[in-house]
């Protein structure tokens, strides 16, 4: 199961020392659990599997645990802990998922029939009518469409919308394989441009 570990910030310089089994623990503090043990989340480090959650107490931090999370030491990993020091602490024990982005996969494929398309359709237009803002789709797409690697705030302000929320409905987009992350900005993926010549629907 995917899903987008947007309550774990996991910065990309972790990717190596994950994908090498050298960080295996997270610690984090929430309010109430952000993560189910067996799911999969996207991080900037990659892909990670949730194989533990357990709620600790932080003066009780190990010299294993310290291991594997890659701090130094347990003060490290006490200071970088967010949120009010009264809320649970959770120590997260992740591995890296084996194999491509699931994501990435569908993205690359093309091969659209009128069945492909009619679903595409009815996914995009229940984000239409989920959004308090009104249909944002089809504009959104189009707008990626004419402006490739072009930076989220300055498409977001081609429509009047702040970079945020564009962002996160971008990646609304790409959870569906029709958009792909650049170094600067995004394009349509293989995917997106195969659904948006085959496609009747209009903003």
């Known amino acids: ?10 910065q990309a310089r972790w990717r190596e020392p994950i994908e090498r089994g050298q960080v295996t623990v997270l610690f984090r503090r929430w ?3 952000q993560v189910v043990v067996g799911h999969t989340y996207r991080t900037a480090a990659g892909r990670l599997v949730v194989d533990s959650v357990d709620v600790v107490d932080p003066s009780t931090i190990t010299d294993a645990d310290v291991r ?3 701090a130094p030491d347990a003060d490290a990993v006490r200071t970088l802990l967010r949120g009010e020091p009264g809320l649970p602490t959770y120590r997260i024990a992740v591995h890296g998922a084996v194999g491509p982005d699931p994501r990435s996969t569908l993205a690359a494929d093309g091969d ?11 996914r995009l237009d229940r984000l239409d009518r989920a959004s308090r803002n009104g249909p944002w789709t089809a504009e959104t797409i189009g707008l990626i469409a004419e402006h490739p690697s072009t930076l989220a705030a300055d498409l977001a ?6 970079r945020d929320p564009f962002k996160l409905d971008v990646r609304k987009l790409k959870n569906l394989g029709l958009t ?10 293989p995917r997106g441009r195969a659904y948006l010549t085959r496609t009747t629907r209009s903003a």
């Open 112 to 122: 659209l029939d009128d069945t492909a398309v009619a679903e595409i359709d009815r």
């Open 31 to 33: 309010r109430r659990c």
């Open 1 to 10: 199961m995917g899903a987008t570990l947007g309550c774990v910030q996991v």
């Open 68 to 70: 594997r999370s890659g």
């Open 180 to 189: 792909e992350s650049l170094a600067v900005g995004y394009r349509l993926s």
């Open 157 to 162: 302000a081609l429509v009047g919308r702040d």
